[in-house]
Protein backbone atom coordinates (compact mmCIF):
# COMPACT_ATOMS: atom_id res chain seq x y z
CA UNK A 1 0.00 0.00 0.00
CA UNK A 2 1.72 3.35 -0.89
CA UNK A 3 2.31 6.18 1.68
CA UNK A 4 -0.81 8.51 0.84
CA UNK A 5 -3.04 5.21 0.83
CA UNK A 6 -2.12 4.56 4.27
CA UNK A 7 -2.78 7.92 5.81
CA UNK A 8 -5.86 7.96 3.72
CA UNK A 9 -6.77 4.71 5.20
CA UNK A 10 -5.50 6.16 9.11
CA UNK A 11 -7.36 9.38 8.64
CA UNK A 12 -10.95 7.31 7.54
CA UNK A 13 -10.02 5.43 10.88
CA UNK A 14 -10.10 8.78 12.94
CA UNK A 15 -13.08 10.65 12.85
CA UNK A 16 -11.01 13.93 14.08
CA UNK A 17 -8.71 13.81 11.52
CA UNK A 18 -10.82 13.57 8.76
CA UNK A 19 -13.15 16.38 10.35
CA UNK A 20 -10.44 18.53 10.89
CA UNK A 21 -8.85 18.03 7.65
CA UNK A 22 -11.96 19.18 5.67
CA UNK A 23 -12.08 22.15 7.96
CA UNK A 24 -8.37 23.15 7.37
CA UNK A 25 -8.62 23.51 3.86
CA UNK A 26 -10.40 26.72 5.02
CA UNK A 27 -8.72 27.51 8.22
CA UNK A 28 -6.74 30.33 7.25
CA UNK A 29 -9.78 31.58 5.60
CA UNK A 30 -11.59 31.69 8.78
CA UNK A 31 -8.96 32.73 11.04
CA UNK A 32 -8.90 36.05 8.92
CA UNK A 33 -12.64 35.94 9.24
CA UNK A 34 -12.71 36.05 12.62
CA UNK A 35 -9.80 38.56 12.60
CA UNK A 36 -12.11 41.03 10.23
CA UNK A 37 -15.03 40.19 12.82
CA UNK A 38 -13.42 41.17 15.55
CA UNK A 39 -11.66 44.32 14.15
CA UNK A 40 -14.97 45.33 12.81
CA UNK A 41 -16.82 45.15 16.60
CA UNK A 42 -13.73 47.04 18.14
CA UNK A 43 -14.22 49.92 15.20
CA UNK A 44 -18.27 50.20 14.62
CA UNK A 45 -19.35 48.75 18.18
CA UNK A 46 -16.45 49.78 20.66
CA UNK A 47 -19.28 48.69 23.42
CA UNK A 48 -18.92 45.31 22.67
CA UNK A 49 -15.07 45.48 23.71
CA UNK A 50 -15.27 47.46 26.37
CA UNK A 51 -17.66 45.05 27.55
CA UNK A 52 -15.63 41.71 27.60
CA UNK A 53 -12.26 44.32 28.66
CA UNK A 54 -14.73 44.78 31.97
CA UNK A 55 -14.87 41.49 32.32
CA UNK A 56 -11.90 40.89 34.36
CA UNK A 57 -11.05 39.67 37.88
CA UNK A 58 -7.60 40.01 39.56
CA UNK A 59 -5.72 40.60 36.44
CA UNK A 60 -7.61 37.61 34.64
CA UNK A 61 -9.84 38.45 31.18
CA UNK A 62 -12.80 36.29 32.10
CA UNK A 63 -14.00 35.24 28.37
CA UNK A 64 -10.58 35.27 26.98
CA UNK A 65 -9.26 32.72 30.10
CA UNK A 66 -12.38 30.17 29.05
CA UNK A 67 -11.59 30.67 25.42
CA UNK A 68 -7.60 29.80 26.20
CA UNK A 69 -8.50 26.75 28.62
CA UNK A 70 -11.04 25.28 25.99
CA UNK A 71 -8.52 25.34 23.32
CA UNK A 72 -5.85 23.35 25.81
CA UNK A 73 -8.43 20.69 26.64
CA UNK A 74 -9.16 18.25 23.83
CA UNK A 75 -5.49 18.11 23.06
CA UNK A 76 -4.12 17.26 26.05
CA UNK A 77 -7.34 14.45 26.39
CA UNK A 78 -5.98 13.36 23.39
CA UNK A 79 -2.66 12.23 24.55
CA UNK A 80 -1.95 8.80 25.19
CA UNK A 81 -0.22 9.10 28.39
CA UNK A 82 0.51 5.17 28.30
CA UNK A 83 2.72 5.97 25.14
CA UNK A 84 5.24 7.87 26.77
CA UNK A 85 8.04 5.24 27.97
CA UNK A 86 8.53 4.29 24.25
CA UNK A 87 9.65 7.42 23.34
CA UNK A 88 12.61 6.65 25.60
CA UNK A 89 13.65 4.36 23.00
CA UNK A 90 14.79 6.74 20.57
CA UNK A 91 16.90 8.76 22.65
CA UNK A 92 18.27 10.90 19.58
CA UNK A 93 15.94 12.64 18.46
CA UNK A 94 14.55 12.79 21.96
CA UNK A 95 17.03 14.76 23.03
CA UNK A 96 16.91 16.50 19.73
CA UNK A 97 13.74 17.71 20.39
CA UNK A 98 14.54 18.45 23.84
CA UNK A 99 17.99 20.94 22.55
CA UNK A 100 15.65 22.45 19.55
CA UNK A 101 12.60 23.66 22.31
CA UNK A 102 14.57 24.44 25.29
CA UNK A 103 17.51 25.94 23.94
CA UNK A 104 17.63 26.63 20.33
CA UNK A 105 14.09 27.73 19.85
CA UNK A 106 14.22 30.75 22.66
CA UNK A 107 17.27 31.50 21.57
CA UNK A 108 16.47 31.88 18.14
CA UNK A 109 13.19 34.56 18.83
CA UNK A 110 15.19 36.18 21.13
CA UNK A 111 17.81 37.06 18.25
CA UNK A 112 15.12 37.33 15.80
CA UNK A 113 13.32 39.45 18.31
CA UNK A 114 16.28 41.64 18.89
CA UNK A 115 17.43 42.11 15.37
CA UNK A 116 14.16 43.06 14.00
CA UNK A 117 12.81 45.02 17.18
CA UNK A 118 15.45 46.87 18.93
CA UNK A 119 13.57 49.95 19.02
CA UNK A 120 10.35 48.62 20.05
CA UNK A 121 10.79 46.64 23.70
CA UNK A 122 7.24 46.19 23.83
CA UNK A 123 6.61 44.23 20.76
CA UNK A 124 10.13 42.62 21.22
CA UNK A 125 8.66 41.32 24.58
CA UNK A 126 5.49 39.99 22.85
CA UNK A 127 7.75 37.93 20.66
CA UNK A 128 9.81 36.70 22.98
CA UNK A 129 7.08 35.23 24.84
CA UNK A 130 5.96 33.25 22.11
CA UNK A 131 9.48 31.90 21.53
CA UNK A 132 9.58 30.48 24.91
CA UNK A 133 5.97 28.77 25.05
CA UNK A 134 6.72 25.59 24.42
CA UNK A 135 3.92 23.32 22.34
CA UNK A 136 1.46 21.69 23.86
CA UNK A 137 -1.44 21.95 21.29
CA UNK A 138 -2.41 22.42 17.47
CA UNK A 139 0.82 20.87 17.29
CA UNK A 140 -0.58 17.28 17.48
CA UNK A 141 -3.18 18.74 14.27
CA UNK A 142 -0.43 19.49 12.14
CA UNK A 143 1.50 16.38 12.67
CA UNK A 144 -1.88 14.72 12.39
CA UNK A 145 -1.74 16.21 8.91
CA UNK A 146 1.69 16.07 7.55
CA UNK A 147 1.57 12.00 8.54
CA UNK A 148 3.90 12.06 11.25
CA UNK A 149 4.28 9.40 13.97
CA UNK A 150 1.87 10.44 16.11
CA UNK A 151 2.63 8.31 19.69
CA UNK A 152 6.12 10.25 19.45
CA UNK A 153 4.40 13.67 18.77
CA UNK A 154 1.79 13.18 21.76
CA UNK A 155 5.26 11.98 24.14
CA UNK A 156 6.72 14.84 23.00
CA UNK A 157 3.81 17.28 24.05
CA UNK A 158 3.55 15.75 27.07
CA UNK A 159 6.52 16.17 28.49
CA UNK A 160 6.62 20.09 26.76
CA UNK A 161 3.86 20.16 29.09
CA UNK A 162 6.02 19.46 32.03
CA UNK A 163 9.00 21.51 30.76
CA UNK A 164 5.97 24.49 30.74
CA UNK A 165 5.23 24.24 34.29
CA UNK A 166 9.51 24.39 35.39
CA UNK A 167 10.92 26.05 33.07
CA UNK A 168 8.67 28.82 31.48
CA UNK A 169 9.35 31.61 34.48
CA UNK A 170 12.66 30.76 34.67
CA UNK A 171 13.06 31.73 30.50
CA UNK A 172 10.48 34.78 30.81
CA UNK A 173 12.99 36.43 33.55
CA UNK A 174 16.02 35.92 31.82
CA UNK A 175 15.37 36.32 28.43
CA UNK A 176 13.38 39.72 29.18
CA UNK A 177 15.01 40.86 31.99
CA UNK A 178 18.26 39.74 31.84
CA UNK A 179 19.79 39.25 28.21
CA UNK A 180 18.12 41.77 26.43
CA UNK A 181 20.78 44.41 28.36
CA UNK A 182 23.94 42.79 26.51
CA UNK A 183 22.09 42.96 23.14
CA UNK A 184 21.10 47.04 23.76
CA UNK A 185 17.14 46.39 23.72
CA UNK A 186 15.62 48.48 26.83
CA UNK A 187 14.52 46.51 29.33
CA UNK A 188 13.70 49.25 32.18
CA UNK A 189 9.62 48.87 31.30
CA UNK A 190 9.63 45.11 30.70
CA UNK A 191 9.26 43.79 34.28
CA UNK A 192 7.96 39.90 34.61
CA UNK A 193 7.61 38.89 38.06
CA UNK A 194 8.67 35.23 38.50
CA UNK A 195 5.39 34.39 41.11
CA UNK A 196 2.92 35.51 38.79
CA UNK A 197 4.32 33.98 35.68
CA UNK A 198 4.24 30.94 37.60
CA UNK A 199 0.45 31.66 38.62
CA UNK A 200 -0.10 32.13 34.84
CA UNK A 201 1.31 28.81 33.79
CA UNK A 202 -0.49 27.13 36.55
CA UNK A 203 -3.71 28.59 35.36
CA UNK A 204 -3.72 28.05 31.74
CA UNK A 205 -1.52 24.49 31.59
CA UNK A 206 -1.85 23.21 34.65
CA UNK A 207 -5.77 23.32 34.48
CA UNK A 208 -6.51 21.89 31.10
CA UNK A 209 -3.40 19.81 31.47
CA UNK A 210 -5.76 18.19 34.94
CA UNK A 211 -9.15 18.05 33.20
CA UNK A 212 -7.85 16.61 29.64
CA UNK A 213 -5.39 14.04 30.75
CA UNK A 214 -7.11 13.03 34.19
CA UNK A 215 -10.61 13.08 32.59
CA UNK A 216 -9.09 11.18 29.77
CA UNK A 217 -7.27 8.47 32.54
CA UNK A 218 -10.67 8.14 34.66
CA UNK A 219 -13.19 7.35 31.20
CA UNK A 220 -11.20 5.16 29.76
CA UNK A 221 -10.38 3.00 33.08
CA UNK A 222 -14.34 3.32 33.97
CA UNK A 223 -15.14 2.30 30.54
CA UNK A 224 -12.20 1.60 27.58
CA UNK A 225 -10.07 3.24 25.10
CA UNK A 226 -11.71 2.93 22.66
CA UNK A 227 -15.03 4.01 23.59
CA UNK A 228 -13.45 7.07 24.96
CA UNK A 229 -12.25 7.41 20.49
CA UNK A 230 -15.71 6.71 19.44
CA UNK A 231 -18.28 8.29 21.93
CA UNK A 232 -15.52 11.26 23.56
CA UNK A 233 -13.33 12.73 20.99
CA UNK A 234 -15.93 13.51 18.06
CA UNK A 235 -17.70 15.71 20.60
CA UNK A 236 -14.28 17.22 21.50
CA UNK A 237 -12.52 17.61 17.75
CA UNK A 238 -14.45 20.86 17.04
CA UNK A 239 -14.10 22.99 20.78
CA UNK A 240 -10.13 23.56 20.00
CA UNK A 241 -11.18 25.57 16.48
CA UNK A 242 -14.45 27.10 17.43
CA UNK A 243 -13.01 28.04 20.82
CA UNK A 244 -9.54 29.59 18.66
CA UNK A 245 -12.22 31.40 16.18
CA UNK A 246 -14.39 33.17 19.20
CA UNK A 247 -11.03 33.88 21.20
CA UNK A 248 -9.85 36.07 18.09
CA UNK A 249 -13.27 37.69 17.87
CA UNK A 250 -13.12 38.53 21.51
CA UNK A 251 -9.10 39.81 21.32
CA UNK A 252 -9.56 41.61 18.20
CA UNK A 253 -12.66 43.23 19.55
CA UNK A 254 -10.79 44.56 22.47
CA UNK A 255 -8.07 45.58 20.08
CA UNK A 256 -9.19 46.22 16.70
CA UNK A 257 -8.75 50.13 17.12
CA UNK A 258 -5.24 49.52 17.98
CA UNK A 259 -5.26 47.15 14.39
CA UNK A 260 -6.60 49.38 12.04
CA UNK A 261 -4.76 52.13 13.66
CA UNK A 262 -1.16 50.03 13.66
CA UNK A 263 -0.86 48.06 10.74
CA UNK A 264 2.71 48.80 10.26
CA UNK A 265 3.06 47.13 13.88
CA UNK A 266 1.45 43.61 12.65
CA UNK A 267 3.91 43.48 10.07
CA UNK A 268 6.82 44.20 12.27
CA UNK A 269 5.73 41.26 14.36
CA UNK A 270 5.03 38.88 11.75
CA UNK A 271 8.51 38.90 10.03
CA UNK A 272 10.26 37.76 12.73
CA UNK A 273 7.58 34.57 13.67
CA UNK A 274 7.40 34.23 9.98
CA UNK A 275 11.70 33.50 9.73
CA UNK A 276 11.11 31.37 13.17
CA UNK A 277 8.64 29.15 12.05
CA UNK A 278 10.16 28.40 8.88
CA UNK A 279 13.89 28.22 10.20
CA UNK A 280 12.95 25.93 13.39
CA UNK A 281 11.07 23.21 11.02
CA UNK A 282 13.72 23.37 8.26
CA UNK A 283 16.80 23.08 11.08
CA UNK A 284 14.74 19.96 12.92
CA UNK A 285 13.60 18.16 9.68
CA UNK A 286 17.74 18.44 8.43
CA UNK A 287 19.08 17.02 11.77
CA UNK A 288 16.40 14.10 11.70
CA UNK A 289 17.12 12.91 8.43
CA UNK A 290 20.90 13.67 8.99
CA UNK A 291 20.46 11.44 11.80
CA UNK A 292 18.58 8.48 9.70
CA UNK A 293 15.67 9.31 12.15
CA UNK A 294 12.22 7.38 10.32
CA UNK A 295 10.28 10.17 8.10
CA UNK A 296 7.40 10.02 10.40
CA UNK A 297 9.40 10.70 13.33
CA UNK A 298 11.46 13.67 11.90
CA UNK A 299 8.05 15.43 10.76
CA UNK A 300 6.59 15.07 14.43
CA UNK A 301 9.99 16.47 16.21
CA UNK A 302 10.01 19.36 13.31
CA UNK A 303 6.61 20.01 14.02
CA UNK A 304 6.92 19.96 17.32
CA UNK A 305 10.05 22.71 17.15
CA UNK A 306 8.08 24.74 14.97
CA UNK A 307 4.60 24.70 17.39
CA UNK A 308 4.21 27.38 19.91
CA UNK A 309 1.99 27.41 22.63
CA UNK A 310 0.67 31.16 21.68
CA UNK A 311 -2.36 30.65 24.44
CA UNK A 312 0.29 30.69 26.79
CA UNK A 313 2.00 33.23 25.52
CA UNK A 314 -1.23 35.62 25.09
CA UNK A 315 -2.23 34.70 28.79
CA UNK A 316 0.82 35.88 30.32
CA UNK A 317 1.02 38.63 28.47
CA UNK A 318 -2.07 39.85 29.55
CA UNK A 319 -1.39 38.92 32.91
CA UNK A 320 2.18 40.33 32.88
CA UNK A 321 1.53 43.65 31.33
CA UNK A 322 -1.93 44.09 30.98
CA UNK A 323 -5.06 43.75 28.46
CA UNK A 324 -3.93 46.75 26.37
CA UNK A 325 -0.55 46.11 26.27
CA UNK A 326 1.80 45.97 22.87
CA UNK A 327 2.96 42.84 24.14
CA UNK A 328 -0.58 41.33 24.33
CA UNK A 329 -1.00 42.78 20.94
CA UNK A 330 2.23 41.14 19.73
CA UNK A 331 0.60 37.78 21.23
CA UNK A 332 -2.41 37.98 19.31
CA UNK A 333 -0.47 38.43 16.17
CA UNK A 334 1.33 35.02 16.82
CA UNK A 335 -1.41 32.67 16.25
CA UNK A 336 -2.40 34.88 13.10
CA UNK A 337 1.05 34.03 11.77
CA UNK A 338 1.37 30.61 13.50
CA UNK A 339 -1.72 29.01 11.71
CA UNK A 340 -1.17 29.81 8.04
CA UNK A 341 2.76 29.34 8.56
CA UNK A 342 2.20 25.73 9.93
CA UNK A 343 -0.15 24.85 7.32
CA UNK A 344 2.14 25.84 4.65
CA UNK A 345 4.59 23.79 6.48
CA UNK A 346 1.94 20.81 6.23
CA UNK A 347 1.91 21.22 2.94
CA UNK A 348 5.79 21.12 2.35
CA UNK A 349 5.88 17.76 4.60
CA UNK A 350 3.25 16.25 2.44
CA UNK A 351 5.09 17.02 -0.88
CA UNK A 352 8.54 15.70 0.78
CA UNK A 353 6.22 12.61 1.62
CA UNK A 354 5.00 11.92 -1.71
CA UNK A 355 8.08 11.99 -3.49
CA UNK A 356 9.57 10.00 -1.03
CA UNK A 357 7.22 7.53 -1.73
CA UNK A 358 7.91 7.81 -5.62
Known sequence: MSCNAQLHCAQSRDPMSTSLDAFDRGLTLWIFLAMAVGIGLGVFAPGVGEALGAATVRGVNIPIAIGLLAMLVPPLARVDYAALPGMFRNPRMLGVSLLLNWVVGPLLMFMLAAWLLPDRPELFAGVVLIGIARCIAMVLVWNDLAGGDRAFAAGLVALNSVFQVAAFPGLAWFYLSVLPAYFGVATTDIAVPYALVAESVALYLGIPFLVGGVGRWAYIRRFSEARFERNVVPRLRWVTPIALLLTIVAMFSMKGGDVVSLPLDVLRVALPLLLYFGAMWAVAYATGRL???????????????AGNNFELAIAVAVAVFGLASPQAFAGVV????????????VAVARRIRTKSAD
Open 334 to 345: GPLIEVPALIGL
Open 291 to 305: LGAAEATTKAVAFTA
